[in-house]
């Protein structure tokens, strides 16, 4: 069998540095899209389709090999069926483990566009006087961009060019204050 874990680790392990030095861009099912799932909108990739895999594949043939020849070489066992199942369930388990949790990290949608909860405690500028009974505009700054959001407040005018503080937003329109009630 030692011909075969040695083979199983050399293709796993080449594809492997290959796709760390070269990057995995989209090998995985042809027909499915980067969020892990179908082009139909479904976000989860069933376990059936993580064994067709190139990824699962990749991660089983190596952690197969590398298995079967450590308990070959460096922890002898006896009886040669252990060792094939210990390789095969560790080479499967590494396989499934890692697709799934490539396909989650994949699912999940990172952006640098902030929301409205991020704009609270930011103080801005008015752009359009703001009062009680009429709304105007501010402008703030949020992780590096430059937003104009609809103003209401309930603390008398604030005057075009002053400063106020985002108190609450809500519906896309922030509830603002005079910048100097800032808590310390």
Not at 149 to 160: D, I, N, V
């Amino acid at each position: 069998m030692l011909p075969v874990y040695a083979a199983a680790l050399a293709v796993g392990g080449t594809l492997l540095l290959a796709s760390l030095v070269l990057g995995h861009h989209g090998a995985d099912h042809p027909g499915f899209d980067h969020a892990g799932g179908h082009g139909d909108g479904s976000a989860e990739v069933g376990l059936l389709a993580s064994f067709l895999s190139v990824r699962f594949w990749t991660f089983a043939l190596t952690f197969f090999g590398l298995t079967g020849l450590i308990f070959e070489h460096v922890v002898p066992l006896e009886d040669g069926r252990k060792v094939l199942l210990v390789s095969a369930a560790l080479g499967g388990t590494i396989g499934l483990a890692a697709s799934f949790i490539v396909n989650k990290l994949r699912s999940q949608h990172v952006t640098s566009v902030p929301s409205e909860i991020g704009y609270v405690g930011l103080e801005g500028e008015v752009l359009l006087d703001v009062t009680p009974d009429e709304p105007g505009r501010i402008r703030v700054s949020a992780r590096g961009s430059l937003v104009d959001l609809p103003a209401r407040t309930e603390s008398g005018r604030l005057e075009k060019g002053s400063r106020a503080l985002v108190l609450d937003v809500a519906n896309g329109v922030a509830q603002v204050g005079p910048a100097d009630q800032k808590q310390a």
